[in-house]
Each structure stands twice: as C-alpha cells, then as structure tokens.
C-alpha cells in the first residue's frame, strides 16, 4: 500500500525450519525460535510443511469454503464477508482437521510449550481467505494470552496481502508486561498514524472501485462499507469512525493532545517502530503473539490469498471470554481440544510416512 511506510525485509524474523528424527523442530532451531519470539513477538518458520502437507491444507481450506453451510467469522469484517471480499470461516473438528492441527502443535512442541500448558485449549481453527476488493484492516492487536499461527499453503504475494506485523510491540514476555506505559503510549500514537493512513487508503479504494470493470462494486456495497450501522471495525465506516463507535479507529481517538504528540513525534515514531510486510511461501508458519500489534491488508491482486490459521491460549480462559474474541467452529465448542490433547494424538500413518520421508532425504 503506497500511503503506508512497510518494510518486505523479514530476514530477520525468518528461520529455515530443522526437523529432528520425531519430526519435530531441532532443539538448535526452537531455541533460535523462541529467542525471535520473543525479541520480535514474531517468527517466520520456512519450510516446516512439506508441499504434500501444504496440500492437505488448501484441501481442507477448499472443502470448508466450498461448505454452503461453513461458520463464518465476524472477526475481519462482516461487511467483506457478505460481499465476498473476505471469506474467514472456522473448521470443523473432523479427523483430517484435527491431524493437520495436531501435526503443526506437535513439530511447533519446543516453542509453544513455553508458552503453553498442556491443559491450555485450542481456540479456534480457521481459514483466512481474501478476495480484490477487500477492505485493508486497521493494525490492532488480537485479544492478549494467546499464541497464533498463519501456515501459507500456497504462495503468498505482497499483492496478495500477506500480513503486516510491526515487530516489537507484543504486551506481554511471559507473565510480565514488556513496556512502560510512555512506550504503550507511543505504540498508541504509531498505531493511530498509519490507521489514519488506512482509513484514507481504504476510502480512495472504494471511490475508485465505482467505476471499475476489473473489481467493480455490488449494488449497495459502497453505501454498507462507507455509512454500514453493523458492527465492523475494518472499514471505513465514516458514520462509526464519527460517533466513536469503532474501537480499533475513531474520531475520539484524536483528541488535539494526542493530534500535536503525533505531529511532533513523527520522525521519532517512524525511527521507533516499523510495519513489515510478509509474503510467506508455501510451507511457511508464521507464529506470532497475538498481542502484538499487526493487520491483514487488501488483496490487490486477482489471485485469492489463502492462510491456515490456528490459535491456543497462554491461559486458562473462561467461555465467554474465549467465544467473544475467537472464532471456535460449534463442533470444537461441543468436543474442546487442548494442548496437550494435540501433542499425544497420533496423526495420521501417511503424514508420519511424509514426515520420515523428509527427514530420511
Ligand atoms: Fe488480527
């Protein structure tokens, strides 16, 4: 996105997968891991799937969005969804699901374990599809005390809007918050200076999209994105955006005060903090805490972007709070999975074929 300063140099957060004989991260590997975690609340994985495992995602991915009936997720935007610019639904906890989710825990051990008990739950399960035409979400952080995962099952272009991550700025190490609250604040003011940003970004967008034979509008699309009374918190939405009513970017988000810091305080902010932009090829696992401050951008290309995405908690966590920020399909609901539950499942006999095969080769 031109209005938006991001950076496509992730060599520092990436780290070529190493498998051990179980077929699990080296312990070399899931040190170095660990230690980006948590400098950077972020770390690319390359490699981790195989491209036969990375098929068996897109399969799952695909049956699941060609389901009529698919839960879909509020999360992204329920404005992209009805137009089909966005389509994020959960999975459902069937066997091949389960494996796929258990075969990524599994080899991911020696990292999540630091963060997770083995009594902690699978939250949610999901697939991220976007479409040309999406709106670009706000940066924000996804709710705190949870440790999520985005598996590229397929290439993923810059165009295609692979996620923007800004390293550094996770809440938590450990138990223990990471930042005073005079960084917190100019996280804050960052944050509110690309949103602005965006929020430009995303109305020429729409403005544009009127008159165009390549993504043109459907009948109301513009009325529902610009002036939408539904909750949606990644669009436009002028009229939310003017009566406070969107929490990730408001009006009453630039009281003068906060408008003159953010004036004054621009270069600095921009040495401080940087937006990265990811572009993982297939196979790649993108983990990352989900605190930390990050955002989906517009599809920009013809070519859908697909990503796997799974998430587990840092924490016990009580139901209301678990279905208010995540997106678990109603099977997962009735059968919960934990942690520790996905370690000792045995996957499937051929993955553990594919799996020794890779590392006898
Ligand atoms: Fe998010």
Same mark, same amino acid.
Not at 8 to 32: H, I, N, V, W, Y
Not at 192 to 199: D, K, M, P, S, T
Not at 320 to 344: M, N, T
């Given at each position: 996105?031109?209005?938006?300063?991001?950076?496509?140099?992730?060599?520092?957060?990436?780290?070529?997968?190493?498998?051990?004989?179980?077929?699990?991260?080296?312990?070399?590997?899931?040190?170095?891991?660990?230690?980006?975690?948590?400098?950077?609340?972020?770390?690319?994985?390359?490699?981790?799937?195989?491209?036969?495992?990375?098929?068996?995602?897109?399969?799952?991915?695909?049956?699941?969005?060609?389901?009529?009936?698919?839960?879909?997720?509020?999360?992204?935007?329920?404005?992209?969804?009805?137009?089909?610019?966005?389509?994020?639904?959960?999975?459902?906890?069937?066997?091949?699901?389960?494996?796929?989710?258990?075969?990524?825990?599994?080899?991911?051990?020696?990292?999540?374990?630091?963060?997770?008990?083995?009594?902690?739950?699978?939250?949610?399960?999901?697939?991220?599809?976007?479409?040309?035409?999406?709106?670009?979400?706000?940066?924000?952080?996804?709710?705190?005390?949870?440790?999520?995962?985005?598996?590229?099952?397929?290439?993923?272009?810059?165009?295609?809007?692979?996620?923007?991550?800004?390293?550094g700025t996770q809440l938590f190490d450990g138990a223990a918050p990471k930042h005073g609250d005079s960084t917190l604040e100019r996280m804050e003011l960052f944050r509110i200076g690309c949103?602005?940003?965006?929020?430009?970004?995303?109305?020429?967008?729409?403005?544009?999209?009127?008159?165009?034979?390549?993504?043109?509008?459907?009948?109301?699309?513009?009325?529902?994105?610009?002036?939408?009374?539904?909750?949606?918190?990644?669009?436009? !939405? @002028?009229? =939310?955006?003017?009566?406070?009513?969107?929490?990730? $970017?408001? *009006?009453?988000?630039? %009281? +003068? &005060?906060?408008?003159? !810091? @953010?004036? =004054?305080?621009?270069?600095?902010?921009?040495?401080? $903090?940087? *937006?990265?932009?990811? %572009? +993982? &090829?297939?196979?790649?696992?993108?983990?990352?805490?989900?605190?930390?401050?990050?955002a989906g951008p517009d599809n920009r290309s013809p070519e859908p972007r697909r990503l796997f995405s799974m998430s587990i908690a840092r924490e016990a966590i009580s139901a209301k709070r678990?279905?208010?920020?995540?997106?678990?399909?109603?099977?997962?609901?009735?059968?919960?999975?934990?942690?520790?539950?996905?370690?000792?499942?045995?996957?499937?006999?051929?993955?553990?074929?594919?799996?020794?095969?890779?590392?006898?080769?």
């Amino acid at each position: 996105m031109k209005d938006l300063d991001t950076s496509s140099d992730t060599s520092a957060f990436e780290l070529p997968a190493e498998l051990d004989a179980q077929g699990r991260l080296a312990a070399a590997c899931a040190a170095e891991a660990l230690a980006r975690m948590e400098a950077h609340g972020l770390v690319i994985l390359t490699g981790l799937l195989s491209d036969a495992e990375a098929d068996t995602g897109l399969a799952l991915i695909r049956q699941t969005i060609d389901d009529p009936n698919r839960q879909r997720c509020a999360f992204a935007s329920e404005t992209d969804n009805r137009y089909v610019r966005r389509d994020f639904c959960s999975l459902p906890a069937t066997p091949p699901v389960t494996d796929f989710v258990a075969t990524l825990a599994q080899r991911l051990e020696a990292v999540l374990a630091h963060y997770c008990d083995r009594a902690h739950p699978l939250l949610e399960v999901t697939t991220l599809t976007s479409y040309r035409g999406a709106s670009h979400q706000y940066i924000h952080r996804d709710p705190s005390g949870v440790i999520s995962l985005f598996v590229a099952v397929e290439d993923v272009s810059e165009l295609q809007g692979g996620t923007v991550f800004v390293p550094g700025t996770q809440l938590f190490d450990g138990a223990a918050p990471k930042h005073g609250d005079s960084t917190l604040e100019r996280m804050e003011l960052f944050r509110i200076g690309c949103n602005w940003r965006i929020l430009r970004h995303n109305l020429a967008k729409l403005w544009d999209m009127r008159g165009s034979s390549e993504t043109p509008l459907a009948p109301g699309e513009f009325r529902d994105r610009v002036f939408s009374r539904i909750w949606d918190e990644h669009q436009p !939405n @002028l009229l =939310r955006f003017v009566l406070g009513k969107n929490s990730q $970017f408001s *009006l009453r988000m630039l %009281a +003068p &005060r906060r408008l003159w !810091n @953010l004036a =004054r305080q621009r270069a600095e902010l921009d040495r401080a $903090f940087r *937006l990265v932009s990811t %572009a +993982p &090829r297939k196979g790649t696992v993108i983990l990352y805490q989900s605190d930390m401050l990050h955002a989906g951008p517009d599809n920009r290309s013809p070519e859908p972007r697909r990503l796997f995405s799974m998430s587990i908690a840092r924490e016990a966590i009580s139901a209301k709070r678990w279905h208010d920020g995540y997106s678990p399909h109603p099977s997962l609901i009735a059968q919960p999975l934990s942690f520790g539950e996905l370690l000792d499942r045995r996957v499937g006999a051929e993955q553990q074929r594919e799996s020794d095969f890779r590392i006898a080769s």
